[in-house]
């Protein structure tokens, strides 16, 4: 039997599945977008979200035997034995180490560059790369004896951090960059950040590499050619980068401190470094037999360092913050004999806080001190010289959120803290809006061979990084 159906009702039929067909493509359109802004925490509506719609935190999964792998292989690039490392900047063992880490970058995809003093960089290029690139990386130079977490936590995490999010399915609008800095620590050549510093367009730096040597006589400009860098002065001008060249830079952390550990925390988010300023102090005296020499006839150089030693005691702890800090780190005497009296001492201090203004005033009061102490005993104070003074760096708040947001998403635990040692990310933050990431370490130790992260602390930190590095590629 036949059906008489009018052409205007099977129009309307047709008119009727043409509606539930758009609207059908419509929510789930819009249940892509919320699964991308339910990921990312801002909104998104661009043309790419449709890539998107099966990155979620869920997805975020950490390939932790491979990290501890490459932990360990990196290690291995050591001038001294396991379990201390030793790798310092251009030697044989920092070359054969920073091929290692081109190579796991090469792998992951990203397309590597380096500037002339051997800062190496990793791009993942976003969907939209005329948008400044969001950063985050540390270093790998280890001090003599020391551990394999330092620095590169930082940068083995920030590769992985990519793999995440790549496994995941996300595609970055801003690109996405790791950075390996050149000689964090100050072993070699005595200055620390060398590579973040000249990214950070620091003259003054640029021209004392040019005539810089090391312990045996090396130049700086000689060590760097053997390492396949820069042999010219000039090429040390291009490692400076304008201002905003990134739209944020986040840096991953071992703690470094104990506090994370004790307080049972997963992760610890920085809000400010501390930065030190270093002063050289010289006393000279007059010497003499430790038995013929009376008491109250002596012009004892010991003596008045000690005495300033205290001091710097007694004006960082004045300052009424647990903030301010200070120490002597270095303490020589001349002639160096049990049986003479000092003629001559040499300090090293370090003071660090959050406040530059605070800090300052302590090193006002030492220098106050140290005049005084020299007229008291007698002596004169031959050198008192600030050899450098850097500002402290605050977190910048949008990055702060950003880190907090990823924490909560990720069911993490953290706190607020400040970092009392400094980093890479002192001097990134004259180039771009910045924020750390800590996790814990075993009592706090690092620089030397007991320093230790559990891999499910690294996994946490890459996870929170990993989701903030995509939040704030989609800003």
Wanted: hydrophobic share 40%.
């Amino acid at each position: 039997m036949s059906l008489n159906i009018p052409s205007s009702a099977i129009l309307l039929l047709l008119l009727l599945l043409c509606s539930f067909t758009a609207i059908s493509a419509h929510e789930n359109e819009d249940a892509t977008i919320k699964t991308m802004e339910d990921f990312s925490g801002y909104p998104f509506h661009e043309s790419h979200s449709t890539s998107q719609s099966h990155t979620t935190v869920s997805l975020l999964s950490v390939e932790t035997q491979s990290l501890q792998k490459q932990i360990d292989e990196l290690s291995t690039y050591s001038d001294t034995p396991a379990p201390s490392v030793t790798r310092v900047l251009y030697t044989e063992k920092d070359v054969l180490a920073r091929r290692f880490i081109k190579n796991l970058m090469g792998l992951s995809g990203l397309s590597v560059r380096e500037d002339a003093v051997g800062n190496i960089f990793g791009r993942w290029e976003g969907y939209n790369p005329d948008l400044s690139a969001v950063a985050t990386g540390s270093h790998i130079d280890a001090i003599p004896y020391s551990g394999k977490y330092d620095g590169v936590v930082g940068v083995l995490g920030a590769i992985e951090a990519i793999n995440v999010l790549k496994r995941s399915g996300f595609k970055p609008k801003r690109s996405l960059e790791v950075i390996l800095f050149t000689s964090e620590e100050p072993t070699r050549f005595g200055i620390s950040c060398l590579g973040s510093r000249l990214m950070a367009g620091i003259e003054a730096l640029a021209n004392a590499l040019k005539t810089t040597v090391d312990g045996q006589n090396v130049s700086f400009l000689d060590a760097a050619g053997s390492a396949g860098y820069t042999k010219h002065e000039d090429a040390l001008l291009s490692v400076f980068l304008k201002k905003e060249s990134y739209s944020g830079f986040v840096e991953l952390h071992i703690e470094q401190g104990p506090i994370l550990e004790e307080e049972g925390i997963s992760i610890g988010i920085v809000t400010a470094i501390a930065a030190p300023a270093s002063i050289k102090v010289e006393f000279e005296g007059n010497g003499g037999h430790a038995g013929a020499v009376l008491m109250p006839n002596r012009n004892d150089a010991g003596l008045a360092a000690a005495e300033l030693a205290l001091a710097v005691e007694k004006h960082v702890l004045e300052s009424g913050s647990v903030d301010t800090v200070g120490t002597v780190g270095i303490l020589e005497l001349h002639p160096g004999a049990i049986n003479s009296i000092p003629s001559k001492s040499h300090l090293e201090i370090d003071t660090r806080d959050i406040d530059e203004e605070r800090r300052n005033i302590v090193i006002e009061k030492i220098h106050r001190s140290a005049i005084a102490i020299a007229s008291k005993r007698g002596v004169s104070l031959s050198e008192f010289k600030i050899i450098n003074q850097d500002p402290p760096a605050i977190s910048d708040k949008s990055i702060i959120e950003a880190m907090e947001a990823s924490s909560k998403e990720l069911n993490l635990t953290y706190k607020f803290m400040i970092s009392r040692a400094y980093h890479d990310s002192l001097f990134m933050a004259r180039v771009s809006p910045m924020g750390m990431i800590f996790i814990p370490c075993y009592k706090g130790y690092s620089h030397k061979p007991e320093e230790y992260a559990s891999i499910q602390d690294i996994s946490n930190g890459v996870r929170v990084l990993a989701l903030t590095l995509a939040k704030l590629s989609l800003q």
